[in-house]
């Protein structure tokens, strides 16, 4: 089955910086790659996500990119701001109504 | 739309209670999942649902976790006998047919003392 990696586990950027979280994925079937927030005590929420007929999304100061040959992808979060902070999960799927596989999440701290 | 709504938000039991956590998906969702979220494992798929269906329960850790869903509205997620080690946060979400991204419901922390 799917294995989803995830780096770093823990971020801490300045205010204004970029944030960069790597994940890579294990089944070559997989063609759909969503991230979602997670603020402490809430639901995870997506907040974008990716499928395999394009390399790269961008929606405002976050952007994902996804390499299918070496299996991976990766959330960009550009000029960063305190409620940026949260954890972040990947997932990766074969399809968009087949279960999630999602990575341990990466917690990402702006300091402001 | 509501949501996914999931009951109760917090739960607090005995070892050896049973547990029943509820799910109502967002209407024309016909996948459902259910999730368990620790620290150390992370979101765990414990199950999921087409069509009312169950279609894939291996995540279930052991056979004291059981799962239903009676209708196109309705889950439960139910733990007999619950064991300390069962307390997390348990989420529910819901899709439609050939959509994309979940829809995940607010959890309920189940603590099991």
């Known amino acids: 089955g799917e294995n989803v990696e995830q780096h770093p586990s823990t971020l801490s950027v300045q205010e204004g910086d970029s944030a960069v979280i790597k994940c890579t994925y294990s089944?070559?079937?997989?063609?759909?790659f969503p991230w979602y927030k997670q603020e402490l005590g809430k639901r995870p929420q997506l907040i974008i996500d990716?499928?395999?007929?394009?390399g790269e999304k961008k929606d405002q100061r976050i952007a994902v990119t996804l390499n299918k040959t070496a299996k991976h992808f990766s959330l960009h979060i550009t000029e960063t701001q305190p409620e940026d902070s949260a954890v972040y999960f990947c997932?990766?799927?074969?399809?968009?109504?087949?279960?999630?596989?999602f990575g341990k999440g990466t917690r990402l701290s702006v300091i402001a | 739309d509501a949501g996914v709504i999931q009951s109760p938000r917090h739960e607090v039991t005995e070892m050896g209670q049973e547990v029943t956590l509820r799910c109502k998906p967002i209407?024309?969702?016909?996948?459902l999942f259910w999730y368990r979220q620790t620290m150390m494992r992370g979101l765990e798929l414990l199950i999921y649902?087409?069509?009312?269906?169950?279609?894939?329960d291996s995540g279930m850790p052991e056979d004291r976790f059981s799962a239903k869903m009676p209708n196109a509205s309705f889950s439960t997620l139910k733990i007999q006998p619950s064991e300390p080690r069962d307390s997390a946060v348990y989420f529910c979400?819901?899709?439609?047919?050939?959509?994309?991204?979940?829809?995940f419901g607010s959890g309920t922390r189940l603590t099991v003392v």
């Open positions: 649902f087409n069509n009312n269906v169950p279609i894939d």
């Open positions: 990716i499928r395999s007929n394009v």
């Open positions: 997932a990766a799927s074969d399809s968009g109504n087949t279960p999630l596989v």
């Open positions: 979400a819901s899709i439609i047919g050939g959509g994309f991204g979940y829809t």
């Open positions: 209407s024309g969702h016909n996948s």
């Open positions: 089944d070559s079937a997989s063609n759909y």
